[in-house]
């Protein structure tokens, strides 16, 4: 199985809400990453996580918060959010955080801030 | 730094064959393709690491240029399935933390 899935499919939110998209994969991969992808654009790395444990932040604003509770789940807790954070947030994971090691992203979840 | 790919479209008969390029301006570790459909997720396709081996799968292959710093995406025979946007994702480094850089994409239209 080398599914990664995410909820929702889609979200709309206004921007004094708050709300949590959610990754989960069960293939043991042990590194976990959200990507952010504007349209017509390539994926742009945001978060990775490696072990559980928070590696790399590519100087995301603080209104974007990660959280790995465990090494099947990710979460982007979204607070505050700006109309130009709409975009499609995607989730991708592989079996090693080593750059030998393929990801395998989800179907991603499409997000509108009003 | 974003890797450069060209062309950044292109339109091809069923049967016909593509190139595409990304070219890095630093040193890498690895290339990474992957193909999206539009509305869908980016598919992973291949990796390519520091040593120029070349690899392939089923009509698609790929090499990697070390000196260069370039990788070729070789689409042969293009069937209808081929449609979608090519993206080259590169590392420097392999151990940091299998951080990809993607390159602007190659939209690619097979026609029967």
């Known amino acids: 199985d080398t599914e990664v899935t995410q909820t929702p499919k889609h979200l709309v939110m206004g921007m004094t809400n708050k709300k949590s998209l959610k990754c989960e994969q069960h293939?043991?991969?042990?590194?976990m990453y959200w990507y952010k992808q504007k349209a017509k654009k390539p994926p742009e790395l945001m978060f990775v996580y490696s072990y559980e444990k928070l590696s790399i932040n590519e100087s995301v604003p603080s209104r974007f918060s990660p959280e790995c509770p465990n090494s099947s789940l990710l979460n982007l807790h979204l607070h505050a959010l700006q109309p130009e954070d709409s975009a499609l947030y995607l989730c991708?994971?592989?079996?090693?955080?080593?750059?030998?090691?393929?990801?395998?992203f989800g179907p991603g979840t499409r997000l509108t801030v009003t | 730094q974003q890797p450069v790919q060209s062309p950044q479209a292109v339109i091809l008969r069923e049967g016909e064959d593509a190139v595409i390029n990304c070219s890095s301006s630093?040193?890498?570790?690895?290339v990474h393709w992957y193909r999206q459909k539009h509305g869908e997720a980016p598919v992973f396709l291949m990796i390519l690491l520091k040593g120029g081996e070349q690899k392939g799968h089923d009509k698609i292959s790929a090499s990697f240029n070390e000196k260069k710093q370039q990788s070729s995406l070789y689409l042969t025979a293009s069937q209808l399935s081929y449609s979608g946007t090519y993206f080259c994702g590169t590392a420097v480094h392999k151990a940091a933390g299998n951080k990809l850089t993607f390159g602007g994409g190659t939209r690619v239209l097979v026609k029967p």
């Open positions: 293939m043991g991969h042990r590194a």
């Open positions: 630093k040193a890498l570790y690895s």
């Open positions: 991708a994971s592989s079996q090693f955080g080593l750059a030998d090691y393929e990801q395998y």
